[in-house]
C-alpha cells in the first residue's frame, strides 16, 4: 500500500520552517500548542467577519508565531491585505484586543504584523479558498478547479495538484476527483511544494480541498 505523509513536514529543515518558534518545557509544551491553535482561530475568525468581499476568500497565506518571555509576535502574511484594512485603520488594534480577551498573557506584550504576499495565486491556501467560494456558489467543481489551475499558471508555477472528495455537485456517493498540471514531484525532497488541506461546508454535505503547488 502507498504511505502517505505531509508534504510540509516532509521537508521541514530543507525547503520549508516552521510555523511556530518557542521554546517551551515538557510540562507547558501542550498549554503552548493549545495556545497558538487560539491565536490562528482568533485570527481566522475576526478575518472572515470583517472581510470585505462577498467571494469568501480570506487571502490568509500563512499565519507564523514567535513567542518570547515577555513578547508574542504574530506575524499574519496575506494575498489581499487592503480587504481587511481598507476605510478601517484601526483594525489590527481592533484584533488585538478581541485576542487578548480570547487568550490570557500574563506579563506579556502581544504585537501583531501583516505583510502583503506578492503574486496570491501562487499559494495554496489561497487556491483552496477560491475554489471553495466558487463551491459554495454551486459553481461546477470542474469549471471551479480549471479557473484556480489557470490563476496559479499565470503566477508562474511550475505545477499544479488539486484534490476534492465529497459529495460532489451533490451526487448521492460520495468520490474523489482530481486534475494535475504541469509537474508536481512529491517525492522529491528538495522540490519546494507548498501544500494546503482545505475543509468546505456546502448544502450537500463537507467537501475536502486539497492543493499541492511546484514552485521551483
Known sequence: MGQKINPLGFRLGITQSHDSIWFAQSTNYSENIQEDKKIRDCIKNYIQKNIRVSSGVEGIRQIKIQKRIDL??????MGFPKLLIEGKPKKIEELQMNMQKKVNYVNRKLNIT???????????????????GQLKNR???????????????????????????????????????????????????????????????????????????FSK
Open 114 to 132: 501583516i505583510v502583503k504576499v506578492a503574486n496570491a495565486y501562487k499559494h495554496p491556501n489561497i487556491i483552496a479558498e477560491f475554489i471553495a
Open 139 to 213: 459553481v461546477s467543481f470542474r469549471k471551479a478547479i480549471k479557473k484556480a489551475i489557470q490563476l496559479t499558471e499565470q503566477a508562474g508555477t511550475k505545477g499544479v495538484q488539486v484534490q476534492i472528495a465529497g459529495r460532489i455537485d451533490g451526487k448521492e456517493i460520495a468520490r474523489v476527483e482530481w486534475i494535475r498540471e504541469g509537474r508536481v514531484p512529491l517525492q522529491t525532497i528538495r522540490a519546494k511544494i507548498d501544500y494546503c488541506c482545505y475543509t468546505v461546508r456546502t448544502i450537500y454535505g463537507v467537501l475536502g480541498i486539497k492543493v499541492w503547488i
Open 72 to 77: 508574542i509576535q504574530v506575524i499574519i502574511y
